[in-house]
Every structure is written in C-alpha cells, then in structure tokens.
C-alpha cells in the first residue's frame, strides 16, 4: 500500500472519528430530529384516512391509489428511513461558517472544507441509526401486519440508492452554498428548492396516485432519486433499477463540474467576513 494511499485512509479515518464524537455530544439534539422526521408518518394516516382505512384492515384494497394498506404502510416507513440518511444540512453549516469567520481557517487547512462537512455529515448519520431503529421497531407494533424484511439483494440496492441519493442531493446544496460567496442569505434558496422536492420526490404521497404526465416529469428531474426511488427498492416495490440509477448518474455527472466551477469562482471573490 502507497504512502499516499495510507494517508489518505489515515485522514478519513481521523475525520470520521472526531466528527462522531462530536456528534455523539448532541445526540439528544439528533434524537429530537429524529422525531421532528415523521412526516411521512403523518402522510400514511393522511392517505389512510383519505381512502377510508385505518391500517387494521389490510386486505382491504385503496380503490383511488391503487395500493394495498400494506404496501402503502411499507412504502411511508421506508420513505422515513430514506429521509433519515439523505438529509443535507450543509447550506445552513457552509453560511454560519462564512458569516462568523469560521470559513478562513478551513481554508487555510491542507484540506478542502467540503470533506470536512461530508464527513460531519456521514458522523451524523451514524449517530441517527440507533434512533431510527428504535422508531422503526415502534412502528411495527403499531402496524405489526406492515413487518417486512428486504431481501439482501433489494437492501444493497437501496442502500446503494440511498448513497447517491445523499450524493445528488449534498451536489445540489452545496452548489447552491457557494452563493454564500456572493450573498450572506443563501440558505432562501434551500428554502425555495424545498418546495419542489416536497411536491416531486414523493415524500408527501407515492408517485403512483400523480398523473401519468406529471409523474414522467418527475422521473426527469433529480427529485424522485432523492426520496421514492430508493424508497421503492427499500420497501421491495418493482423500479426500473437501471434507467433510475442511470438518471441519478446523469444529474450527479452534470452537477459536479458545475459546483467545482462555482467554488473556484466564489473563492476569487471570498472576503472574510466576521471574528
């Protein structure tokens, strides 16, 4: 093994570990976010109130979804157990670092501020299982009819999905977080995007009950791969796993040299701001 490789993994291995004791000092903090992510929870007693069922009646089909309660009980558990390790908090993180000074430092570092917040982030996720689990274990006995376990080979695909989910999305915020450079607010346009991916990525409902043409937008915009579709492979629904992995390639392709060429730009115009 090189030199260079093994500084590499040193490094990685240095950065994963403080920033997991780091996180672990706020676990009570990631617990409650945890729980503030229930939304998709609030969204299956919406759409089983909605169709008439109560999620005791399992064999009772949803005439206007076209999904069994099962199906639909699965589909919004996995879709809080996506949400869990995709969510990216970067743009709020990157804009207190600039605003206070912070930012100056990292750049001084031989090492580029993004993998720090990659590995703050990766820090956060692993300090979240446990709670998620919990949540998970809680759910199947309020729903014990919804118990599944994914096959081995539908787990590695969403897991898989999972990852370049987090990778699509952390692109998208962390482009829109070199605005910082130009702007002290750039967090409005997360809060702008938000509105989009709460409609598109099939947090709020299954993209099943959209029309016909509306869900073929979506399967075009980066939305669907950040939620649904690993959902789907997670809650053992059939998706076109080539085509889908295809696109969410295809968007990470085109983002990455577009963050890179804002990055190298915002840092010509980098002021240091704050202490």
Request: charged content about 10%; proline content about 7%.
């Amino acid at each position: 093994m090189s030199k260079k490789l093994q500084r590499g993994l040193r490094l990685v291995r240095v950065l994963l570990s403080s920033q997991y004791a780091y996180m672990l000092e706020y676990r009570a903090e990631i617990a409650l976010w945890a729980l503030s992510g229930v939304l998709p929870f609030i969204m299956l007693g919406l759409w089983s109130g909605a169709s008439g069922n109560n999620g005791n009646a399992p064999t009772a089909e949803l005439p206007s979804l076209g999904l069994d309660p099962i199906a639909l009980a699965r589909y919004f558990l996995a879709v809080f157990i996506v949400r869990q390790f995709t969510l990216v908090w970067v743009i709020y993180t990157f804009e207190e670092d600039h605003l206070q000074g912070r930012l100056s430092g990292y750049l001084l570092q031989p090492l580029a501020p993004v993998w720090r917040y990659v590995s703050a982030h990766i820090a956060e996720q692993a300090t979240r299982l446990p709670f998620v689990i919990a949540l998970a274990a809680l759910f199947f006995l309020l729903y014990p009819a919804a118990f599944w376990l994914p096959s081995p080979a539908a787990l590695l695909l969403a897991v898989m999905a999972m990852q370049l989910a987090f990778a699509l999305r952390f692109l998208i915020q962390f482009a829109l977080t070199t605005v910082c450079f130009w702007s002290e607010r750039a967090s409005a346009l997360e809060r702008l995007l938000f509105i989009p991916y709460l409609y598109l990525s099939g947090l709020i409902a299954p993209l099943q009950v959209y029309p016909e043409p509306v869900r073929r937008l979506a399967l075009w915009t980066p939305f669907p791969y950040m939620i649904a579709i690993p959902a789907q492979l997670l809650a053992g629904e059939k998706v076109d796993v080539v085509a889908s992995f295809a696109v969410v390639s295809l968007w990470i392709a085109i983002l990455l040299p577009i963050t890179w060429v804002l990055w190298k730009r915002g840092l010509r115009q980098y002021g240091a701001m704050g202490a």
